[in-house]
């Protein structure tokens, strides 16, 4: 408790009510939950296993967990439940299978697989036209659902034909993940909240089990999980909730900052304690971000400050164009580095969207600086390797019914949702997985003949296929796998243009190299046995190591959207493209919605603990031709006294930082021999 500062101690001590702890960026939020777990354990005895901290990530549940460990002694936290919003609502669903309508060994799709499920749905009987809109669907539903709004509520308050379709989708959507047994992401949060509304039995077993809840990143929940907490910690009230309206950029996933604004309504007694104090920034860069966060309306007013002294001053650089502008960054990037002893990941570039990095990353190769961009499409998210992915699952894991899902209409067999409906309650009945009923005698009792002839006709060629596998050529029977079902085919017709479709089938026979190689080393490894099981498998866990690829620690200069930045700090920030129709966004200007983009500028400006540099590109490529840009209203609302403006003459200056860099490279390379 010595190394908190008096606010700080205050939110740890405070348990006798519902409280709301507004934490500035870098007020040290983290440290306060932290100390409060184990304050609760150790000084009023709460156990472990009735108390619950919710976040948004796993790596930050992680951390979390692991700091309360070493502040309590060993076996003192058996119990304790530290997950994501979701890990929270997957348990509970777990525990609770008979009263969720769901079975046992139940599959969690996720946005991609959900996705196939409704274009089957939309493609009976709809035009081509609706199919495209599938995206706009999902988006529906998934909105819909974080706000506790199920089917026939939808259906009922459709206000147009579009929402009407959609709300139809959804009713069909939702029928067919229950008969398959499945869930979505979404469903993590939505079925444990209708649980807990209309089973009140329920809701009190789980009050009695988490006596203590506590909630990081607060702004950030949706309509369901305010009303799941709501519930868990009603009427006492024993929770606390730690946020920053500031904070709030991620209202295009459903985040409703007014969250914050909800809990005096529903909390009378609420408690409120502010963290100003930042442990991160430098006093100017503090007084920046004060400056611009005060130009949007609030519930809540705070004031961050610091004692790292005032610091810098606030690079503000109009270049020529986006040339300029990356040529500028990269070459201040090598000078600094070498001038200050500084490391590569000390620096960090920002942007509002991915497309800014492309010609960045040309111009950090040239000056051969190591970089990783954030954010990115994963080998393993792609869709065709998820498509054969779920192929190769499917053949040494017939159980797998997500698989199953996955791979029964890519390519497209015709196999429509009613039929897969009557499949999924045929397998129920039978208590087997989907694949084993494919070819049962008496399913053509509960389908068309026809129907049950085309899942006989894929059981049979995948059976084959999976022998085949486990023989003497897996390899070989891989490419037959790809090859008879004309996958190449599939992915050209549906790919957006050829060169697309070439380099998703490069991606296709780049996981069928890796496959071999990984069978090649395992021959060599176990004396000529090589395991097709072992390597899948091997395949799956590489897949969620590159999910965590967030957390490698390596000297490289990072790169990410401002969205992706948020929670993570830099001694060293750029922020590129700072513009109307960039920062703010063009939707956002047209939809009236600049309090997000300011809270977005906001938030970059609070990644920067010693220098922030803020850069314009006076003309950008836009459809082929070169428009001349506006500086961002954000700029502006900057404190002026405390900016370096950069402009007339840096395209001169560039000449000779891109001479000095070229040379300063020689030299390195010279003295590396």
């Not at 196939?116 to 995206?135: F, H, M, P, T, Y």
């Not at 500028?328 to 090598?334: K, Q, S, T, V, Y």
């Not at 990984?518 to 897949?543: F, H, N, P, R």
Request: charged residues 30%.
């Amino acid at each position: 408790m010595s190394t908190l500062n008096p606010r700080q101690q205050e939110a740890v001590l405070y348990t006798d009510g519902p409280l709301l702890v507004l934490a500035g960026a870098g007020s040290g939020k983290t440290s306060v939950i932290t100390r409060k777990i184990a304050w609760l354990i150790q000084e009023r005895g709460v156990p472990a296993r009735r108390i619950a901290a919710v976040t948004f990530t796993n790596k930050a549940a992680r951390e979390m967990k692991e700091r309360v460990q070493t502040l309590v002694q060993r076996g003192q936290t058996r119990g304790l439940i530290v997950s994501t919003f979701h890990n929270l609502g997957l348990r509970i669903l777990k525990q609770e299978l008979a009263a969720s309508g769901l079975r046992r060994g139940f599959s969690i799709l996720d946005q991609a697989d959900s996705k196939e499920l409704l274009k089957e749905i939309l493609r009976q009987g709809e035009s081509e036209d609706d199919l495209n809109a599938v995206d706009a669907v999902q988006k529906r539903i998934s909105d819909w659902k974080n706000e506790l709004i199920l089917p026939q509520e939808a259906v009922s308050h459709a206000e147009d034909a579009g929402a009407l379709r959609a709300a139809m989708a959804y009713e069909g959507y939702s029928r067919m993940l229950r008969a398959c047994n499945a869930v979505d992401f979404d469903d993590l949060i939505l079925l444990p909240a209708v649980l807990f509304r209309e089973q009140p039995r329920i809701l009190e077993k789980w009050r009695h089990r988490l006596q203590y809840l506590l909630v990081d990143e607060y702004q950030d929940t949706n309509g369901a999980q305010y009303e799941l907490v709501r519930m868990l910690t009603q009427p006492e009230g024993r929770f606390t909730v730690v946020g920053d309206d500031d904070q709030s950029i991620y209202a295009w996933r459903g985040a409703r900052p007014e969250n914050l604004a909800r809990l005096q309504e529903d909390w009378p007694a609420l408690k409120v304690i502010k963290l100003e104090q930042n442990y991160r920034s430098t006093g100017r860069i503090l007084k920046a971000a004060n400056t611009v966060i005060a130009n949007n309306p609030h519930v809540f007013e705070k004031s961050l400050w610091s004692d790292h002294g005032y610091g810098e001053a606030i690079r503000v650089a109009a270049l020529r164009d986006e040339d300029a502008e990356t040529d500028w960054i990269a070459g201040d990037i090598f000078h600094r580095r070498l001038q200050g002893n500084r490391r590569w990941k000390d620096f960090a570039v920002l942007y509002r969207g991915n497309f800014q990095s492309r010609i960045l990353e040309m111009k950090l190769q040239s000056l051969q600086i190591p970089y990783k961009v954030s954010g990115g499409t994963s080998f393993f998210a792609r869709g065709e390797i998820k498509d054969l992915m779920c192929y190769l699952r499917l053949l040494v894991n017939p159980d797998d019914d997500n698989a199953f899902l996955r791979v029964i209409n890519t390519p497209r067999r015709e196999i429509g949702p009613a039929t897969l409906e009557k499949l999924a309650g045929w397998a129920a009945k039978r208590d087997q997985g989907l694949y084993h009923v494919c070819d049962d005698f008496a399913l053509g009792e509960v389908m068309p003949g026809k129907a049950a002839e085309k899942l006989r006709g894929l059981k049979q060629w995948l059976d084959e296929k999976r022998r085949a596998c486990f023989g003497h050529n897996s390899l070989q029977a891989i490419h037959e796998l790809i090859t008879e079902m004309d996958y190449e085919g599939w992915v050209m017709q549906n790919a957006s243009s050829p060169r697309i479709g070439e380099k998703r089938m490069e991606n296709v026979w780049q996981l069928v190299r890796n496959i071999q190689r990984m069978l090649e080393k395992q021959e060599e490894e176990d004396d000529g046995a090589s395991d097709l099981e072992a390597v899948i498998g091997k395949l799956v866990l590489m897949d969620m190591l590159e999910q965590q690829e967030e957390e490698d620690d390596s000297d490289r200069v990072q790169l990410m959207t401002l969205h992706a930045s948020k929670g993570l700090e830099f001694p060293h920030v750029y922020m590129m493209g700072v513009e109307e129709e960039l920062l703010p966004h063009r939707a956002s200007i047209e939809d009236d919605n600049i309090v997000e983009e300011r809270r977005l500028m906001y938030v970059g400006i609070t990644r920067a603990r010693e220098s922030l540099s803020l850069t314009q590109a006076l003309t950008r490529k836009q459809y082929g031709e070169k428009v001349d840009t506006i500086a961002s209203r954000f700029l502006d609302e900057l404190p002026l006294d405390d900016l370096l403006r950069i402009g007339e003459g840096v395209e001169k200056d560039q000449e000779k930082e891109d001479q000095v860099a070229e040379n300063s490279i020689a030299n390195l390379k010279a003295l590396l021999g």
